[in-house]
């Protein structure tokens, strides 16, 4: 009997082993090029150094005080809220909208599905030097369609006024990703069962009820993670300010990300650039955690 249970295990101790010599490398690969970077970004945001040299020069908290106190690190505080709020709750509602339409079965929804999915294959890059031409100010298709219409008064510097910058930014950005949102909405509403459509119409519910108390409360999943993509989306934005407008006019339409970029590579200031990607690292956490919490909840009221 000592000798069977022996035997069991020293074969669960080499299962063990074994276990762990397959997870080995890509927990070296884990800890190489995620756990180092982060680490290091975080050593780097208490110093005060220009990248190139080999001298640091220790500064504690400064990089940190003299961020939040900095306006320029304010406004993309502002941005940031604003193309997650408008982006994401615009994006869904016309997700939402054009998916149930295509459900409908309507005559070459497949050809529309794909042409509502086709920008969201393009590079934001090239998405925005598109829209650059578009709403440049002496030859761009947009003031040049306005004045063939003779609308010269809605006529404006697109990209080159603070008021309307952002606004430009916020639309091709919803431009572009909206294909996205309708294919998720699409996908899970190919997921809910048609006898819930059934009872419903049998009991005298229209389409607009038919919507409001089934398909929308059946796709509250995708609809919180829509919203979680949408605000690690917004935290990250950098290709299409950057190549529309380079966090300008004055600011006006500066990001975490374009401002990390100038303070880096234009002012050469690693520690305050460190410090900014500690900030969004710190912000995309919370945002991790929260979708945590909602994935498990709605995985309870599952369950229950």
């Keep these: 009997m000592c000798f069977w249970k022996g035997n069991l295990m020293s074969r669960s101790k080499k299962e063990s082993r074994m276990g762990y010599l397959f997870i080995a490398p890509v927990a070296i690969l884990f800890a190489v090029f995620i756990v180092y970077p982060i680490v290091y970004n975080v050593a780097i945001s208490f110093y005060e150094w220009n990248g190139i040299e080999v001298n640091r020069t220790f500064c504690g908290i400064q990089n940190y005080v003299r961020l939040f106190h900095d306006p320029i690190m304010m406004r993309s505080m502002i941005n940031f809220v604003l193309i997650a709020v408008f982006t994401t709750l615009i994006q869904a509602f016309l997700g939402i909208i054009f998916a149930s339409f295509f459900i409908r079965k309507i005559p070459f929804s497949k050809a529309y599905r794909i042409l509502f999915y086709l920008p969201v294959i393009a590079t934001p890059t090239i998405v925005g030097d598109l829209f650059s031409k578009i709403f440049e100010t002496n030859r761009g298709n947009l003031n040049v369609f306005l004045h063939a219409i003779h609308m010269d008064f809605l006529c404006q510097q697109w990209l080159a006024s603070s008021k309307t910058a952002m606004l430009c930014i916020i639309f091709v950005n919803i431009w572009q990703w909206t294909g996205y949102s309708m294919l998720m ?31 929308f409360p059946m796709l509250r999943r995708t609809h919180s993670t829509l919203v979680i993509l949408g605000v690690l989306g ?15 006019p004055a600011h006006a339409t500066e990001t975490f990300s374009t401002y990390l970029y100038t303070q880096s590579f234009n002012h050469f200031r690693q520690g305050m650039a460190s410090a900014i990607a500690v900030v969004m690292l710190i912000i995309a956490l919370i945002v991790t955690f929260i979708q945590l919490r909602i994935y498990i909840r709605q995985d309870k009221e599952a369950q229950g």
């Design 185 to 215: 909405y699409y996908a899970n509403m190919l997921t809910i069962p048609q006898d819930l459509y059934e009872s419903a119409e049998l009991d005298g519910a229209n389409s607009v009820q038919r919507f409001l108390h089934i398909t």
């Design 234 to 248: 917004a935290l990250k934005c950098f290709d299409l300010p950057y190549v529309l407008t380079r966090g300008g």
